[in-house]
């Protein structure tokens, strides 16, 4: 069965370091989104590319965060410096419908920044 | 401004009865509506839509139902299971502008099955 696929599963830093998460959809899915779920809260959206374009990016924190998606297929989401308030578990999902809301989503990163 | 809304962070319910969870949203706009489940360090995983041109959902031991007037939706499970313990996103999605689709989540609620 096909999955989404993200590392690392689990990261721990320092803050003011530079972190990196990776994540690579389901073949074909077109759409790519980055969530991020703080504990005891649902995801927020970060980034939406559609293909290698991004779609939206209003949420992200862009004097910290970056996301890119070079080639329209895996992906990867930035955080440099990181802040305490950054930790949390960063979600990747891919559709090939968005219209019908039906996301498929990886397992997740878990940041914690000490 | 929260635009889906749990507003029960959990939930317990004995073996073989009936699970019962809510979700009201804010925005008209919303064209589908969406549970996911999630189990701990996984991420969430798609259980059932509706689209807003139905008001009843079913799958299996699972009913989706909707009322747009009351701008209100409810996750039927029939009967829990204990393996049915996890949290339930409810979600909606709707056009956010030139053809993008986007979840807006609720905060989720923690579903236990006590056996």
């Known amino acids: 069965e096909a999955e989404v696929a993200q590392s690392p599963r689990y990261k721990i830093t320092e803050k003011s370091q530079a972190v990196a998460f990776w994540c690579d959809p389901i073949s074909g899915h077109a759409t790519l989104y980055w969530y991020r779920q703080i504990l005891g809260q649902g995801p927020e959206l970060l980034v939406q590319?559609?293909?290698?374009?991004?779609?939206?990016d209003s949420q992200l924190p862009k004097d910290r965060f970056s996301a890119e998606r070079l080639k329209g297929v895996d992906s990867t989401l930035k955080i440099q410096p990181a802040e305490l308030g950054d930790s949390a578990m960063y979600l990747c999902?891919?559709?090939?419908?968005?219209?019908?809301?039906?996301?498929?989503f990886g397992e997740g990163s878990r940041l914690t920044v000490l | 401004d929260q635009q889906v809304k749990q507003n029960s962070p959990s939930l317990s319910v004995q073996e073989g009865r009936i699970s019962i969870l809510n979700c009201d949203y804010t925005n008209s706009m919303f064209d589908y509506f969406l549970w996911y489940k999630k189990y701990p360090a996984e991420g969430p995983t798609f259980l059932i839509s509706i689209s807003s041109i139905k008001d009843k959902n079913e799958d299996g031991r699972f009913t989706v139902f909707l009322n747009k007037s009351a701008k209100h939706l409810s996750l039927h499970i029939v009967p829990s299971q204990p393996g049915d313990s996890a949290v339930y996103f409810c979600a909606a999605s709707g056009d956010s502008g030139a053809g993008s689709y986007q979840l807006t989540f609720g905060k989720g609620t923690k579903l236990s099955v006590i056996p």
């Open positions: 590319f559609q293909d290698e374009s991004v779609v939206d």
């Open positions: 999902a891919s559709s090939n419908n968005p219209g019908d809301g039906e996301l498929f």
